[in-house]
């Protein structure tokens, strides 16, 4: 894929539609610039999961992560 974007007097761009969705990014997501040799590459920013706010919000006492359930669970089994 070949396309051109035209650089305004301030700098910026507008990505075409047709890059936004082949690099799967939407209004906010932020883009990396990466220097390559004479090549200049382009990446999405690595987002945090959606999801992740919510980790741990059911299991309270309970630790992030599966060595924090493990625990607990043998815990339940071994109260000592």
Known sequence: MQISAKI???G???VPLKVRTALGVKEGD???FEQNGDEMVVRPQKR???FAKYAGI???GI???REA???FVRGL???E
Do not use: A, M
Request: charged share 35%; net charge positive; hydrophobic share 20%.
């Open 77 to 79: 089994r071994d109260p």
């Open 12 to 14: 910026q761009i507008t």
């Open 58 to 60: 059911g299991n309270p």
């Open 63 to 65: 630790g992030k992560g």
């Open 30 to 32: 932020k883009l990396v």
């Open 69 to 71: 359930v493990i625990r």
């Open 8 to 10: 305004t007097s301030k």
């Open 48 to 50: 945090e999961s959606r």
